[in-house]
């Protein structure tokens, strides 16, 4: 049975189960006031009748009754009173068949004559029995009560079954309704499959579930989209950043190759293939590294760890380098602040844009770190040309090299690995100037303390 059947048969059993439940609590509960209230009234009338004959003798108690019997034989009530097997008083043909004891309250039903037809009538009734040959039936009658009841019943009948049709009915609109969209979201999954990567799934105006699910489905295309992209650009970009290098080690081993034999022209040819294979080796490994950040895999192993001392031996590192470049490297952060991180990947994320800033600085580079109201921040700050606005989220590319790099060796995966990084940790990355300068901060929400 496909979705729609079995919406239809789950929609129809629930309306029919309250319906059926309903209908029968309500039929439960009007018989039970019915016998309740005639329970009542019998009970009462036997109190009196006992009260009234009490300390009386046969004939007294007899004239009693039938005095009693003759004031309620056009009443509700109803009364038969028999001695020796004859009916002194009563409003019943006879006395009812397998009433031969005493009972406190038992159904009666008889038929009756009522112009020109035959009714039958219901009652609740008790029994007492003086001695072996009087005994008398005290009751309430219930016919009205018991045909209403009887109308009751059917009329649950009817509404049970309409309310079945009409269960079946609205499953049916409710199941075509939303098959419908689902429906179309198929046609525009299939769509996609047969090559339209542009297609969307339509979101409708309500903002119910399915414009919802329908919104994250738009955006899990769009993000596959944008992957897809960068994975295009990167292969893109391997192959021509890589095309130089290995172009020049086939030049130069085609040159060694083609030269006279030569100690020192070989040694010399294959210190610069050295060079040219760590270039390329360095490439790669940096794309891996990426990968696996972004894998989220070494996220187990996360730690508290001391930012301050991670950001001291980050600038101890580059101090000589700074020097010899004419760079005045300071760091600052406060003591005792802590960040849950990978300490490893922190750490040459940090070292990478110090090693950037030392590059492209003139004069001064400032690493700081402190906790602030949106967490903790990782600052490295430098005075050169910095990173236009337009261009800075290109920058964060791989293989992205701007203009103002061209001239500084490199792979152009280093912010690249940083914001791997940033990400994994749930941080954020943002460039801003720093007049003049550039200045990148890296908030992270996770802090510690």
């Known amino acids: 049975m496909n979705i729609r059947g079995r919406l239809s048969v789950a929609t129809a059993a629930l309306v029919m189960t309250v319906v059926g439940l309903t209908l029968v609590g309500v039929y439960a509960w009007v018989d039970y006031r019915i016998e309740h209230d005639a329970n009542g009234a019998v009970a009462f009338e036997m109190a009196e009748i006992a009260r009234s004959i009490e300390g009386l003798g046969r004939e007294d108690r007899e004239a009693e009754l039938v005095r009693r019997g003759r004031e309620q034989a056009h009443g509700e009530r109803v009364f038969l009173f028999e001695s020796h097997e004859q009916i002194l008083v009563g409003n019943l043909p006879e006395w009812p068949s397998g009433l031969e004891r005493e009972s406190s309250a038992v159904d009666l039903s008889w038929e009756e004559p009522a112009g ?61 309704s939303l098959l419908r969209r689902v429906e179309g979201m198929n046609q525009t999954i299939l769509d996609i499959l047969r090559g339209s990567r542009s297609e969307r799934v339509p979101v409708g105006p309500g903002g119910d579930e399915f414009d919802e699910l329908a919104t994250h489905f738009n955006r899990l295309l769009d993000d596959n989209q944008k992957l897809l992209a960068q994975m295009r650009g990167v292969t893109d970009d391997i192959a021509h950043d890589l095309r130089t290098p290995l172009a020049r080690m086939r030049t130069r081993i085609e ?44 996220r187990e192993q996360m730690e508290d760890v001391d930012l301050a001392a991670i950001v001291e031996d980050a600038v101890d590192l580059y101090q000589p380098l700074a020097e010899e470049a004419g760079i005045a490297l300071e760091g600052d952060c406060a003591a005792g602040l802590r960040l849950r991180a990978d300490r490893h990947q922190l750490a040459q994320a940090l070292l990478n844009l110090i090693d950037n800033a030392i590059k492209y600085g003139e004069g001064q580079v400032h690493v700081s770190a402190a906790r602030s109201a949106d967490g903790v921040t990782l600052c490295v700050a430098d005075d050169g040309p910095g990173i236009p606005a337009a261009d800075r989220e290109r920058a964060l590319q791989r293989f992205v090299r701007l203009d103002a790099s061209r001239h500084q060796s490199g792979t152009g995966l280093g912010l690249s690995f940083v914001a791997a990084v940033v990400e994994l940790h749930h941080g954020e990355l943002l460039l801003e100037d720093n007049d003049p300068g550039l200045r990148v901060r890296l908030l992270f929400m996770n802090q510690s303390s």
């Open 255 to 298: 040159s060694a190759l083609t030269a006279p034999e030569n100690e020192q022209v070989s040694r010399e040819a294959l210190h610069e293939l050295f060079g040219d294979t760590n270039s390329v080796l360095e490439t790669f490994n940096a794309l891996l590294r990426i990968a696996q950040i972004e894998s989220g895999a070494i």
């Open 116 to 176: 020109g037809l035959r009714v039958i009538r219901h009652a609740r009734a008790a029994t007492i029995f003086f001695g072996d040959d009087q005994r008398l039936l005290v009751g309430q009658d219930l016919t009205e009560e018991r045909n209403l009841q009887q109308l009751l019943g059917g009329a649950a009948v009817s509404v049970f079954g309409f309310a079945v049709l009409l269960a079946i009915a609205g499953g049916v609109a409710i199941g075509r």
